[in-house]
């Protein structure tokens, strides 16, 4: 279990981490999201104590975390780094062995990953020679190689086209699945609401909700409304109560209403005024709930 | 996994990624290519031996110029090629061979076996000539006397050419080995300030690289700074010295081979406390080159941030120069307590003979102490200075932003 309690850092007048708080236990996920700027790779940072935060504590099944446990960590940062001219697969086996594995055991795993990432035939080329994605492909294998226990990965899906993003998606459930704990970054919140059952969500340093997804949604206060009619719809609005944003999608509106809006008069107005072709009244999906935290 | 072994790793990845890249294969190819060549080529094309060309017009100087050229090669290697070598051209008169003289066709005419010709006073090879020429005469001479006496001609000779009297040096041991020594100590300073310079930049540069292509950022989530800056000096350093010791025994075969220069013959105290000071130094300038390394964040600042380390290396190494004329001098003693300019001051001096056991002592215990307080210093900074970029950084900022 990954306990990050109450984190504050400053560089200068720059309040990196305001109050940072999130944990991830064995077995789950946790997406870990934030604007731009927010302290995201701040705070993945002091978990691997590349940086000393001037408060809180962040403690691995209870106790501070010593350089033994960074040994069974995985770690990929939001600026991919590898050697370039360094073949991929003695690469993966380097890091591997700096995190304790035999040189066979490494050099097994190494190979395994690559192919995972359908890169076996790149084994002995050097990393520069290959693509942007598969660079990152390697990087990510590099987080992987050593079969951690926590993996903290910034930003996987930045740059990966669909095919790598199903299999990046794949690894994560599985690594999850086989009990790990896993900590992302993300910006493609869909992926997130796909992926992961417990968000974190930071602004301005200051983790701002956190939770499971499903009940964040249900507690919302807010809900999200999606109406299209024969008619221009946004002229019904004026019958709905409690509306805190709106826009239109080609024909159709989409509003987020307050949760305590009774809808049911407001469908009736829209029945009267003309034929209803989609209506839908849902919890907010993780992109409300993150604009309505961060705003 | 233990700390050492991290470092051990770091060290090999070094050592194996490097022996493979074409630069270090480049450069320790040109390296042997240029001692070999230093070597071997003047045995091949050149030649130490002075041809003059001397017109004889008269009796009685073929004697003069066999005897000039007998003086002339009295000390030479019997294998070698001769110092001395005159050809004569005889003339028919005196007119014809100072015509012979003014168009340079001879170097000096001798004449009757009592007069030399030259063109004029002066010129090098001239001068030296006239001088082989006289002597040879006086020699010719005092053999005539001499042969009245029933002497061999070869004893007058070697009585001419040698030193009569017996050297004696006021400092103990024999004067050879005292040659060998300063020979090894000027050698092995060159050496230190040359290592200095390449494998401190490599230290420097490796260390940049690593900052710059941002994988020190996955080495350092399982890695200690201290691990990674002390496994790249070791394999570093290790290549430097198996580079350096491989030239080294590939020059000394090459010389034997060749016969180019004499050598003394080397004492094995004096290489050995030579590598001593060799590693002592390096590792000092190395701990310097790595923190400075991971000051800035791209290769091309590199250079002007080794500015201070290579004026360091400057100073020891003209410190040391001055410290062969004058070894017992203020200035020697002072720098002998210097931690990086010992490296290149102690060895010249114990080379000469001049250092007093204690101060030999207290220089290495200096030294390897400041190894120890320069890593831990230098490890501070490099972890500081590691994940910062953006320009250099300043050594207070990396200092104070290092996390432990």
């Known amino acids: ?295 | 996994m233990t700390g050492l072994a991290a470092l051990g790793q770091v060290a090999l990845r070094e050592i194996s990624e490097r022996v493979r890249s074409k630069a270090y294969l480049i450069t320790t190819g040109l390296t042997v290519l240029i001692v070999l060549g230093l070597i071997v080529a003047p045995t091949i094309f050149g030649s130490d031996t002075t041809e003059s060309t001397v017109g004889t017009v008269g009796e009685g100087n073929e004697v003069i110029i066999s005897t000039a050229v007998d003086l002339g090669n009295a000390n030479d290697e019997p294998d070698q090629p001769p110092s001395v070598a005159i050809e004569t051209v005889q003339f028919e008169d005196r007119e014809q061979a100072e015509t012979a003289l003014e168009n340079g066709e001879v170097d000096a005419v001798l004449v009757d076996g009592n007069e030399v010709i030259v063109e004029s006073v002066g010129g090098f090879n001239g001068n030296s000539l006239v001088s082989g020429l006289q002597q040879a005469a006086g020699t010719v001479q005092i053999q005539e006397i001499v042969e009245e006496e029933g002497q061999q001609a070869t004893d007058i000779i070697e009585i001419l050419t040698s030193d009569p009297l017996e050297t004696t040096t006021l400092t103990a041991g024999d004067p050879e080995e005292g040659d060998s020594r300063t020979l090894i100590a000027y050698f092995g300073l060159l050496l230190l300030y040359l290592a200095v310079l390449l494998y401190g930049t490599w230290i420097l540069t490796g260390v940049t690289e690593e900052k710059s292509n941002r994988v020190v950022e996955v080495l350092l989530s399982s890695v200690r700074p201290w691990q990674i800056l002390g496994g790249k000096i070791l394999g570093i350093g290790s290549l430097a010295l198996f580079q350096l010791l491989g030239t080294i025994a590939i020059a000394l075969v090459a010389l034997r081979v060749t016969g180019a220069f004499d050598l003394p013959p080397i004492e094995i105290g004096a290489v050995l406390n030579l590598l001593l000071w060799f590693v002592v130094g390096f590792l000092i300038f190395a701990v310097l080159f790595g923190a400075a390394g991971s000051l800035v964040s791209r290769t091309e600042e590199a250079n002007t941030i080794a500015m201070p380390m290579s004026m360091a290396a400057v100073v020891g190494f003209f410190v040391s120069i001055s410290a062969l004329n004058d070894p017992d001098g203020v200035v020697a003693t002072i720098f002998t307590f210097v931690p990086i300019t010992a490296p290149f001051v102690v060895p010249v001096r114990t080379a000469l003979q001049s250092i007093p056991a204690w101060q030999y002592i207290l220089a290495l215990v200096i030294c390897v102490a400041s190894i120890g307080v320069l890593t831990v210093l230098a490890g501070r900074i490099y972890a500081g200075g590691l994940l910062r970029y953006g320009g250099r950084v300043g050594v207070r900022e990396a200092w104070q932003s290092a996390a432990e």
């Open chain 1, 1 to 295: 279990m990954l306990q990050v309690r109450d984190l504050h850092k400053s560089f200068g007048d720059i309040h990196a981490l305001d109050g940072c708080s999130f944990e991830v236990a064995p077995g789950g996920m946790l997406g870990f999201l934030g604007p731009n700027g927010a302290g995201k790779t701040t705070a993945m940072r002091t978990i691997f104590r590349l940086l000393r935060p001037d408060s809180g504590s962040v403690t691995w099944n209870g106790d501070p975390i010593d350089p033994d446990d960074l040994l069974r960590f995985g770690y990929m940062p939001e600026q991919r780094g590898l050697y370039p001219k360094m073949r991929a697969g003695d690469q993966l086996t380097y890091l591997g062995r700096l995190h304790g594995m035999s040189k066979r055991d490494a050099r097994e795993s190494a190979e395994k990953w690559l192919n995972r990432f359908g890169l076996g035939g790149r084994v002995g080329d050097p990393v520069e020679s290959l693509s942007h994605g598969n660079q990152q492909r390697v990087q990510l294998a590099a987080a992987l190689v050593h079969d951690p226990e926590l993996l903290v990965l910034d930003e996987p899906f930045s740059g990966l086209d669909p095919i790598a993003v199903e299999t990046m998606s794949d690894v994560l459930r599985e690594q999850a699945a086989a009990g790990k704990a896993v900590v992302f970054s993300s910006h493609q919140l869909d992926l997130v609401e796909d992926l992961c059952e417990e968000v974190a969500i930071i602004n301005a340093g200051h983790v701002v909700v956190r939770g499971n997804v499903e009940r964040l949604k249900d507690s919302a206060p807010i809900r999200h409304l999606e109406l299209e009619t024969e008619g221009d719809p946004s002229e019904l609005l004026e019958f709905l109560d409690g509306v805190q944003s709106t826009h239109m999608d080609g024909e159709r509106l989409t509003a987020i209403i307050s949760a305590d809006t009774d809808v049911r008069g407001f469908i009736a107005h829209a029945q009267r005024a003309g034929k209803v072709r989609h209506f839908a009244y849902t919890t907010p999906s993780l992109s409300d709930l993150f604009l309505e935290a961060v705003r």
